[in-house]
């Protein structure tokens, strides 16, 4: 099982930037998925983003080109780059890492998107 810990929402305001970190308990280099996942209050979570061990990345069509995930294997990390966020984009945002069919999800971190 991997332990996930997720750093670095807050207060944003509209058209801002944020980064979310996100802190992995064990080796991620080879064959750990990893992604980003958001909930809002009365709505199912939402895959946000997500990056495969190669470094391929694929977006929810309501973030493309505004959210960009990355990642560190070297110091097991996972990041995303939120910019031009909206009030939509308010919630709690999930890390999770995806290895032989298990998934693992971090305690989550509020994002809160505004003026």
């Known amino acids: 099982q991997v332990q996930l810990g997720e750093s670095g929402g807050g207060l944003v305001q509209p058209g801002g930037s944020r980064r979310l970190s996100c802190a992995t308990s064990?080796?991620?280099?080879?064959?750990?998925?990893m992604g980003w996942d958001r909930q809002v209050p009365g709505k199912p979570r939402e895959a946000v983003a997500s990056?495969?061990?190669?470094?391929?990345?694929n977006y929810a069509a309501s973030v493309k080109g505004r959210f960009t995930i990355s990642r560190d294997n070297a110091k097991n990390m996972a990041y995303l780059e939120m910019n031009s966020l909206k009030p939509e984009d308010t919630g709690v945002y999930y890390c999770k890492s995806v290895a032989s069919g298990r998934v693992d999800w971090g305690q989550g971190t509020q994002v809160t998107v505004s003026s």
């Open positions: 064990r080796s991620i280099a080879r064959s750990y998925g």
């Open positions: 990056i495969t061990s190669a470094g391929s990345a």
